[in-house]
């Protein structure tokens, strides 16, 4: 048997269509095949390689990481300098309110973290998520996901969750002394790219703050420089309780967090101690990666022109069969009438060395979620790639 073949046979399966490209290598903005084809990555591993592949400064803190020690105690127990350093940079671009960093192995992780805090920090039964919010696929992110086929086939699910509709004045009344916790992506990714308006950040934080719940922003995609700036609370004027980031915060490698106050993370401590535990959440080759990502997110300035290229994608992306394009940053969703059209230009998409792919919980849209290092020569290639197979 092929690899492909091999992989059909022995890798679980998520779909009974995965993509299945053989990528034997990844470097910058590219991906190459098995049979040497270049690939533009439009996807960036859904938003995981926001400084590109291979990012020279990610590899250079693996390796020295890799000499002076792997994983060597769960969680929370020794001063792993890879975490603490880490921790720190990210407070230090940080609201103050925001100084405590539980690193996990993933975003879904983060998610479940963020869950516990929230109930134990407020002593309340009740949660409220969105319609079209994508929280991952463990079964606490599972029961706040919003959509019914995904939920479904899993029940019974986590009690005393509710479903609300993202962006709306009228459910912010559903908050009550009740719920321990609101959690909202600050942009909603599956659902295609979906901003909600800062004035109903700015009410639905004030809510929150009137009933003494917590606010939950889940940035594992819209964080670390997608929309523009470094976290994307800092577009809508508001500040989470808990920030929640994965996916482009390790630099390509695993790792998630969930991120509060001191004061509030500390409950996870006590009464019960070991509140959350994780063996290799915060990995330290992983910390050490995602480290140097963000050194390098900011040194090299690669948000700077994040608003240029999305205005770029955007004059380009122009056709009467695109019904509509939904963005914010370098994060695209190009709208057609239906799954098929989209799927028939994905595929094409592909053939001619541009990879994309949709969107979970809007199978009409093409996404669009590249390294922020892309170029502009790259931008119009792109474009012309997808404007030739649509
Ligand atoms: C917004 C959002 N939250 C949470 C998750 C879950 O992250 P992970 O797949 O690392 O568990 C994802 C993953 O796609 C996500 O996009």
Request: aromatic content about 8%; glycine content about 16%; proline content about 7%.
């Given at each position: 048997m092929n690899q492909r073949e091999l992989f059909l046979r022995h890798v679980a399966q998520t779909s009974p269509a995965p993509l299945a490209l053989e990528i034997v290598k990844a470097e910058g903005t590219k991906l190459y095949d098995a049979k040497g084809k270049e690939y533009i990555d439009l996807i960036g591993g859904i938003s995981v390689a926001n400084t590109g592949h291979r990012h020279p400064g990610v590899l250079a803190a693996i390796r020295e990481q890799l000499d002076a020690y792997l994983h060597i105690m769960v969680y929370g127990e020794f001063v792993e300098t890879p975490q603490v350093k880490y921790a720190q940079l990210l407070a230090s671009y940080?609201?103050?309110?925001?100084d405590s960093v539980y690193f996990t192995n993933s975003g879904a992780e983060a998610v479940e973290g963020a869950m516990k805090l929230a109930k134990r920090v407020t002593n309340r039964p009740h949660i409220i998520a969105f319609n079209h919010s994508y929280h991952g696929s463990t079964q606490g992110a599972l029961s706040i996901i919003g959509d019914e086929y995904w939920r479904n086939a899993f029940r019974p699910l986590l009690p005393g969750i509710s479903h609300e509709k993202y962006?709306?004045?009228?459910?912010?009344?559903?908050?009550?002394?009740?719920?321990a916790c609101v959690i909202a992506e600050t942009v909603q990714a599956e659902g295609g790219v979906l901003a909600p308006s800062a004035e109903w950040m700015q009410a639905l934080r004030q809510r929150c703050d009137e009933t003494g719940t917590l606010l939950v922003l889940d940035e594992?995609?819209?964080?670390?420089?997608?929309?523009?700036?470094?976290?994307?609370f800092e577009n809508f004027g508001v500040t989470p309780d808990i920030l929640l980031l994965g996916k482009a915060l390790g630099g390509g490698m695993p790792l998630g967090a969930f991120i509060s106050s001191r004061e509030k993370m500390f409950q996870l401590a006590?009464?019960?101690?070991?509140?959350h535990i994780t063996t290799f959440g915060g990995h330290p080759v992983s910390c050490a990666a995602g480290y140097a990502a963000m050194k390098a997110l900011i040194g090299e300035e690669m948000m700077t022109d994040v608003k240029q290229k999305e205005a770029l994608f955007r004059s380009l992306l122009v056709h009467p069969s695109i019904k509509q394009v939904n963005s914010y940053g370098l994060w695209l969703a190009v709208l057609f009438d239906t799954f098929e059209t989209n799927k028939r230009v994905i595929d094409k998409c592909i053939e001619q060395g541009v990879l994309t792919d949709w969107f979970l919980f809007a199978a009409n849209a093409l996404r669009i979620s590249p390294?922020?290092?892309?170029?502009e020569e790259e931008i119009r290639r792109a474009c012309e790639v997808i404007l030739s197979a649509v």
């Open positions: 940080l609201p103050a309110s925001l962006g709306s004045f009228e459910m912010l009344e559903k908050i009550t002394a009740d719920t594992i995609q819209a964080g670390f420089g997608r929309t523009g700036t470094l976290w994307g006590d009464g019960p101690v070991l509140g390294p922020l290092t892309i170029s």
